[in-house]
């Protein structure tokens, strides 16, 4: 049998917050240790150290001891990227609500920063999804907007960071809203040009302001990897 595992003190932290709720999964599904060693191939020392609270356990770890409990592999790969996220010395640090908390526990409002919420959604039906969230995050964003080419360009180099293993494209969405003075009748559309950073596979409008393109990366990128691509955007 393995020694049994330090009591965790929970101080707020999301490390320690998600070490918390993976040793509530594993309580919920009545396995041990050693019963989680052998569905998972990973030692009983590797999944103590994931619920230990020192620090983040791997996707990788994540995923097979939440397949081995029966979790909800989804809610826990967005919770897993959230905290990654927050704990990610290099990662943009916004003014979106940002909580220690795992999904199955919020109010829906406040699963805005893990997932788009239906009823705040302003697409109409059937409209193309919003930024993978759960795959990869923006680390770094630098743009140059162009006044003095006509028609205006805008220029944006962006460097990625994958949140799980095998992606293999990224898709970006941009709302571009008419100007007051633009006749309503007139087209509207954006011209996106990949300058660098993979194919630029497919490009769409599922509405009038709302454009989305999806770049396909030359090679697929694993957990951690970082990527750099460059668009030009023209109206």
Request: hydrophobic share 40%; proline share 8%; glycine share 6%.
């Amino acid at each position: 049998m393995g020694r049994p595992q330090a009591p965790l003190e929970r101080d707020g932290s999301p490390v320690r917050e998600f070490a918390f709720w993976l040793r509530d999964l594993r309580n919920r599904s009545g396995l041990t240790y050693e019963q989680l060693a052998k569905s998972t191939h990973y030692g009983t020392s590797t999944l103590q150290a994931a619920t230990s609270g020192q620090r983040l356990p791997t996707l990788k770890v994540v995923m097979a001891f939440v397949k081995a409990c029966d979790g909800d592999s989804d809610a826990w790969q967005s919770y897993w990227t959230q905290v990654r996220r927050m704990v990610d010395p290099d990662a943009p640090q916004s003014g979106a609500l940002r909580t220690v908390a795992p999904p199955w526990t919020l109010e829906p409002p406040l699963v805005g920063e893990l997932q788009w919420v239906a009823d705040d959604d302003p697409r109409p039906s059937g409209a193309a999804a919003p930024d993978d969230l759960d795959s990869w995050y923006v680390e770094s964003f630098k743009a140059l907007l162009r006044l003095d080419v006509e028609p205006i360009e805008a220029i944006e180099q962006r460097v990625v960071v994958a949140s799980r293993d095998g992606l293999e494209e990224l898709s970006t969405s941009i709302c571009v809203p008419r100007h007051h003075q633009e006749a309503a009748e007139s087209p509207h559309e954006l011209e996106a040009e990949l300058l660098h950073g993979g194919a630029l596979v497919l490009r769409e409008q599922p509405y009038e302001t709302f454009f989305r393109n999806v770049i396909a990366l030359p090679v697929p990128l694993r957990a951690g990897d970082r990527h750099e691509y460059a668009l030009r955007l023209r109206l």
